[in-house]
């Protein structure tokens, strides 16, 4: 029987952000943005992530004024963002009527797929965000973030994956944001979730350690409907498996995408005469990461800023304290905040040689129960020495927090133009008042 496989294109955001510190402008995404639109995939994913804050920060462009732009130039493709549950597109909790506000607008921009997770899997900090995506007419995709540890099986994500679709998942998406995903354990997983839910599955990997393009050929035999893949000139390494050949490879099967190989081709290239204006990292596999089970991109940076400080020489050490304090720390998943968070401290306990002598807010905040529930209790002795009696938070962090957008709308009144402008300064104040004052003098 016929069961053609969708495909989501992650050149507008997963790749570049992978491979490319999330410098991709606009004008060069343009450049391809309606070949893209004729070739007929599931969805094109385009903003979200670190997106946001990279156009504010680094690109002066306005990530707004970039969906609608994208929206314009395909008008015929499901665009699809990624959302951080209830820190959205930052690094923090944000209460309820701002992820209302910003999840509107961001359909109203023109999103039609949000991908919600939250770096716990605390499904507490899912709900609004989905709830406030189907409000606004989007399709709700909630993900189950995929990783290895002593604490994680494929009970737990079954688990999850139902109290998701109970609160009204239309789609699950498994996150495998460091290509750990095995062939076999994406075959077992797939087939547990559909055996548990009654909604689409897609899957999520990177090409870090060479696994991906394996793990989604099982997937797709034991039931996934989509999966994310990148144009090949932003590929592997810390990126997805590459398009066109997933699209050869399931052209001689029953799962053909029905994409158009000639057409891809065209797209590739067009996207490859850009990148002269780009630093990329050889597309390689690295196989540190099924060891160290550190995504790719959590290492490169790690390495730089090492080398920046002359600190190389602590690299090694750190990578072995890595596991350490995740384990202390209940195991969390090491994605976004998670990952900074972990990293930050283990590379702190190396180099002032006293284990947890420093700490930084955000770890304090993270044991305190501020950004949710960790997947096992953290190690009494480790929280005793960041918090030391205090005792955590037992509700939904966003519970305690006040609503944010009439006051920021007064705060940012003198430079804000529109509801956009009131949650880009929520979210970066710094970046989007500057970003502000330089369009106000242009």
Same mark, same amino acid.
């Given at each position: 029987?016929?069961?053609?496989?969708?495909?989501?294109?992650?050149?507008?955001?997963?790749?570049?952000?992978?491979?490319?510190?999330?410098?991709?402008?606009?004008?060069?995404? /343009?450049?391809?943005?309606?070949?893209?639109?004729?070739?007929?995939?599931?969805?094109?994913?385009?903003?979200?992530?670190?997106?946001?804050?990279?156009? /504010?920060?680094?690109?002066?462009?306005?990530?707004?004024?970039?969906?609608?732009?994208?929206?314009?130039?395909?008008?015929?493709?499901?665009?699809?963002?990624?959302?951080?549950? +209830?820190?959205?597109?930052?690094?923090? =909790? &944000?209460?309820?009527?701002?992820?209302? #506000?910003?999840?509107?607008?961001?359909?109203?921009?023109?999103?039609?797929?949000?991908?919600?997770?939250?770096?716990?899997?605390?499904?507490?900090?899912?709900?609004?965000?989905?709830? #406030?995506?189907?409000?606004?007419?989007?399709?709700?995709?909630?993900?189950?973030?995929?990783?290895?540890?002593?604490?994680?099986?494929?009970? $737990?994500?079954?688990?999850?994956?139902?109290?998701?679709?109970?609160?009204?998942?239309?789609?699950?998406?498994?996150?495998?944001?460091?290509?750990?995903?095995?062939?076999?354990?994406?075959?077992?997983?797939?087939?547990?979730?559909?055996?548990?839910?009654?909604?689409?599955?897609?899957?999520?990997?990177?090409?870090?350690?060479?696994?991906?393009?394996?793990?989604?050929?099982?997937?797709?035999?034991?039931?996934?409907?989509?999966?994310?893949?990148?144009?090949?000139?932003? #590929?592997?390494?810390?990126?997805?498996?590459?398009?066109?050949?997933?699209?050869?490879?399931?052209?001689?099967?029953?799962?053909?995408?029905?994409?158009?190989?000639?057409?891809?081709?065209?797209?590739?290239?067009?996207?490859?005469?850009?990148?002269?204006?780009?630093?990329?990292?050889?597309?390689?596999?690295?196989? *540190?990461?099924?060891?160290? =089970?550190?995504?790719?991109?959590?290492?490169?940076?790690?390495?730089?800023?090492? *080398? +920046?400080?002359?600190?190389?020489?602590?690299?090694?050490?750190?990578?072995?304290?890595?596991?350490?304090?995740?384990?202390?720390?209940?195991?969390?998943?090491?994605?976004?905040?998670?990952? =900074?968070?972990?990293?930050?401290?283990?590379?702190?306990?190396?180099?002032? $040689?006293?284990? &947890?002598?420093?700490?930084?807010?955000?770890?304090?905040?993270?044991?305190?129960?501020?950004?949710?529930?960790?997947?096992?209790?953290?190690?009494?002795?480790? +929280?005793?020495?960041?918090?030391?009696?205090?005792?955590?938070?037992?509700?939904?962090?966003?519970?305690?927090? *006040?609503?944010?957008?009439?006051?920021?709308?007064?705060?940012?009144?003198?430079?804000?133009?529109?509801?956009?402008?009131?949650?880009?300064?929520?979210?970066?104040?710094?970046? #989007?008042?500057?970003?502000?004052?330089?369009?106000?003098?242009?």
């Amino acid at each position: 029987m016929q069961r053609s496989v969708g495909i989501t294109e992650t050149l507008f955001r997963d790749a570049h952000q992978s491979l490319l510190a999330t410098r991709l402008r606009l004008e060069h995404m /343009l450049t391809v943005a309606e070949l893209i639109d004729q070739a007929g995939y599931h969805s094109v994913e385009v903003w979200g992530g670190a997106t946001f804050d990279t156009c /504010l920060r680094y690109l002066n462009e306005d990530p707004w004024e970039r969906l609608r732009m994208l929206r314009e130039k395909m008008p015929n493709t499901k665009l699809q963002m990624l959302l951080r549950g +209830q820190n959205l597109v930052a690094y923090r =909790q &944000y209460p309820d009527d701002v992820v209302d #506000a910003f999840v509107a607008k961001a359909v109203a921009n023109g999103i039609d797929i949000i991908r919600i997770f939250d770096a716990l899997n605390d499904t507490r900090n899912i709900e609004r965000a989905l709830i #406030a995506a189907k409000k606004a007419g989007a399709h709700a995709q909630a993900s189950v973030v995929y990783t290895v540890s002593p604490v994680h099986d494929i009970q $737990g994500y079954v688990k999850i994956a139902k109290e998701l679709v109970e609160m009204g998942a239309d789609s699950i998406c498994i996150k495998d944001m460091a290509g750990l995903l095995t062939p076999v354990m994406a075959r077992q997983l797939v087939q547990q979730l559909k055996q548990a839910v009654d909604v689409p599955i897609q899957l999520h990997s990177h090409y870090t350690c060479g696994l991906a393009s394996m793990a989604y050929w099982e997937g797709i035999q034991a039931g996934v409907a989509v999966v994310d893949t990148a144009i090949s000139a932003l #590929a592997l390494g810390t990126s997805q498996p590459p398009t066109e050949t997933l699209v050869k490879v399931l052209q001689e099967t029953e799962y053909d995408t029905g994409l158009d190989l000639t057409l891809l081709a065209r797209i590739n290239q067009g996207i490859r005469n850009n990148l002269a204006d780009y630093r990329r990292p050889q597309a390689a596999v690295n196989t *540190e990461v099924l060891i160290s =089970q550190i995504p790719g991109g959590m290492l490169s940076n790690l390495r730089t800023q090492l *080398e +920046q400080q002359k600190l190389s020489h602590k690299y090694d050490a750190i990578l072995q304290e890595v596991p350490q304090v995740r384990k202390e720390l209940g195991y969390p998943p090491l994605v976004t905040p998670m990952s =900074q968070i972990v990293g930050t401290q283990a590379v702190l306990n190396v180099i002032t $040689g006293e284990r &947890y002598k420093i700490k930084t807010k955000e770890i304090r905040d993270y044991v305190k129960g501020l950004y949710g529930r960790p997947p096992v209790p953290i190690a009494p002795e480790v +929280q005793a020495m960041i918090i030391g009696e205090e005792e955590p938070i037992t509700v939904r962090p966003a519970d305690n927090l *006040e609503p944010g957008m009439e006051a920021a709308r007064e705060e940012i009144k003198d430079l804000a133009i529109s509801d956009e402008d009131v949650v880009s300064y929520i979210l970066f104040p710094e970046h #989007a008042r500057k970003f502000f004052l330089n369009r106000k003098k242009a």
